[in-house]
């Protein structure tokens, strides 16, 4: 069955430094997204993708983060300077179509940790 | 504002009861609604879903249910089973489709 894969699975880093996280989505799928999920806490929407281009961002999703699709399977997330509340689980999700039609998979997820 | 919030934070029932999780929205507007799953260390699993227009809808062992006049959601899983310990979260669709908003989340633990 084919699933969305992320990695790291797990990533330390110093406040300040530049993390990428990465996914590798289902490979039909157009629609691409970042979520992130603070430990005990609800998963919360950051980006969606699509096209190339983003389609819509949360107001987490601020300057510091940014997305990108640098071939036709990766798809990345990227946060600048990391701060001790960006410590979260960060899931990529894929999908053939809008979420009204087309499921949403999910990944496993990468953990982050900001020291 | 936009919100989902889930009524009772942990669900203890026992192997071969049936389970009701329940949710509440805020959005009038909302037409979409979804059931994850999440198990510990994993990413958030379809369940089922359930549009506007529909009152009731069910799956294999699932069954979900809409009340728009009080805006409220449940989830329903008939015989429950170990497997099904998780994190159940309700989740509205916004943004043209293009967002989900998840609710806080209920632990569903399955005593044997």
């Known amino acids: 069955e084919p699933e969305v894969t992320q990695t790291p699975s797990h990533q330390v880093t110093q406040m300040g430094q530049e993390v990428i996280l990465r996914c590798v989505p289902i490979?039909?799928?157009?629609?691409f997204y970042w979520y992130r999920q603070i430990l005990g806490q609800k998963v919360e929407f950051l980006v969606s993708?699509?096209?190339?281009?983003?389609?819509?961002k949360s107001e987490i999703f601020d300057d510091q983060f940014s997305v990108e699709r640098p071939d036709g399977s990766n798809f990345t997330l990227k946060i600048r300077s990391t701060k001790l509340e960006d410590s979260a689980m960060y899931f990529c999700?894929?999908?053939?179509?809008?979420?009204?039609?087309?499921?949403?998979?999910f990944g496993e997820g990468s953990r982050l940790t900001v020291l | 504002g936009e919100s989902v919030g889930l009524h009772l934070p942990t669900l203890s029932v026992q192997e071969g009861d049936n389970s009701i999780i329940n949710c509440a929205y805020s959005?009038?507007?909302?037409?979409?609604f979804i059931w994850y799953k999440q198990e510990s260390g994993k990413g958030p699993q379809f369940i089922i879903d359930?549009?506007?227009?529909?009152d009731k809808r069910q799956g294999q062992r699932v069954t979900v249910l809409l009340n728009k006049t009080v805006k409220h959601l449940s989830l329903q899983i008939a015989a429950t089973q170990p497997g099904d310990s998780a994190v159940y979260f309700c989740?509205?669709?916004?943004?043209?489709?293009?967002?989900?908003?998840f609710g806080t989340g209920t632990q569903l633990k399955v005593e044997l």
């Open positions: 999700a894929s999908s053939w179509a809008l979420a009204y039609t087309g499921e949403l998979f």
């Open positions: 989740a509205e669709v916004t943004g043209g489709g293009n967002k989900l908003t």
């Open positions: 993708f699509y096209n190339n281009e983003i389609s819509e």
């Open positions: 490979s039909n799928h157009l629609y």
């Open positions: 959005n009038s507007a909302s037409d979409y």
């Open positions: 359930i549009r506007s227009n529909m």
